[in-house]
Structure formats: C-alpha cells, structure tokens
C-alpha cells in the first residue's frame, strides 16, 4: 500500500440558516441567520428586493460601490434592489448577522430621506412604546428603507396587555428569556429564538426574566413599532399613528 494526500475540503466562507420564510408560511418577508468565517469574504446581491442586516457578533465591512463600510455588533446596514456588494471578516472571529430580504420592494419615491447605508444602533434615539418598552429605529423610510423599519426593541418585565399591529413582523431575540402569547399558545423565548408575526395577530410579547429582553425586528407596511392595537382597533397607545 503507498500513501497519498488529499486536498483539504472546501468549506464555504459565508453560511446562511433560512428561519423565517415560505418553509414555514412566511411569504411578506424572509429571515436567515448568516455567519462569515474569519478571514472570508464573500459576495451577495439583493436581487429585486431590499435586503437589512444586523450585526450580532463580530467585526467586519461591507463593500459597495467601492467604499468600505465598518461593521460592529448593534450595526445594521440597508441595500436596494439590485445592489451588489461584499461581506469581509479580516477578524479571528465569525461575523454573525440576521439578514432579512424584502420581497415586491415599494418604489425607491417611498423613501423619504437620505440614503443611509450602515448605522449604528448607539447613534439612534431611543423612543417610548406601550408599557414602558423602548425602542430604537435601525432603518426606515427617512434613512431610505422604502417597504419596512429595522428596529430594535428593549421589552421590561412589566407585562404589556393583549394587543395587534396592523403589518406583518419578524422577530429575532438578542438577548433575555420570555414567553410569546398568540393563537391560545404560549411558547419560550431565548437568546436565538425567531417569531414570525402575522398582521392582526392578538398577541402578547412577554418577558419572563429578571432583565430588559431585547430583540430586533422587521415589520412591513412600514410605520412607527409603537403603532400597537387592542383587539378591538382602539390604539393601545396614545402617540400610535392611525391607521
């Protein structure tokens, strides 16, 4: 017998985990967990719809158009429709992200200021929700985002009572433990777990652990997240946009 060398197996730089999307019935917008291996790079296109990332761990940039822009954890960055661009990791550790991708985008009118392609979730102001919850606006239509808003939302213990919105939501849990309340079911929540929320949904968010939860989230006619319903239509709080 002689001996031989084989080459080392390929092994891909970018890894993409679909959790939300058609495979599970959620068709207004798709949600993967993206990780890109130290060192990688690797080249991605929005194709015909708008793309959001948000950066959960590591260090990075995304190239487009020639210019180089940094990424950190909290970061989110928009692209339109048809752009091309290139994730890189030069860091010793992966670069996890959530993408989420909007399919049938509104025109690129819709858009009501500025271009933006990253932004830091630090530089953006907080804003008051129903029952002391926050949130922070990673994306929207001022910043170019034309169909959705990107944000990040803080959730306290104080249980917030049954409520709806009136758009199609994507949810992915950052950080903290809970429970989400819809369709007479109760099911945990962790660091990781992904919610698809349908519109009209009566619902209930809950946070079953002794710090803020915090998630970040998608939701699709876009709007403001404090637009909250009690199930009967009447605003669940008092700044809600009508309807």
């Not at 001996?3 to 197996?9: K, R």
């Not at 194709?47 to 950190?72: I, K, N, P, Q």
């Not at 929207?140 to 944000?151: E, M, N, P, V």
């Amino acid at each position: 017998m002689t001996g031989c060398v084989v080459a080392e197996l390929g092994v891909p730089a970018l890894t993409s985990r679909a959790t939300l999307g058609p495979h599970v019935g959620c068709t207004v917008l798709e949600q993967h967990v993206l990780e890109l291996a130290p060192g990688g790079s690797a080249p991605r296109n929005a194709g015909g719809r708008e793309e959001v990332l948000f950066v959960l761990s590591g260090r990075g940039s995304l190239r487009l158009g020639g210019t180089e822009h940094a990424l950190e954890p909290e970061s989110g960055a928009y692209l339109a429709p048809g752009e091309s661009y290139e994730l890189r990791n030069p860091g010793d550790a992966p670069l996890r992200l959530v993408a989420v991708s909007i399919p049938d985008p509104a025109p690129p009118e819709a858009a009501t200021g500025e271009r933006a392609v990253v932004r830091r979730l630090a530089d953006q102001e907080a804003q008051a929700a129903t029952t002391q919850r926050e949130f922070r606006i990673v994306a929207d239509q001022a910043s170019g985002l034309r169909s959705a808003t990107h944000f990040v939302g803080y959730i306290p213990t104080a249980r917030a009572p049954d409520h709806m919105h009136f758009y199609d939501e994507v949810i992915y849990v950052l950080a903290g433990e809970g429970v989400m309340r819809m369709n007479g079911e109760a099911a945990p929540l962790r660091a990781g777990s992904c919610i698809h929320l349908p519109a009209r949904t009566v619902h209930c968010l809950e946070n079953a652990g002794p710090d803020v939860m915090k998630v970040v989230a998608v939701f699709r006619p876009a709007g403001s997240p404090a637009a909250a319903y009690y199930p009967d239509g009447t605003p669940a709080y008092a700044s809600a946009s009508p309807e």
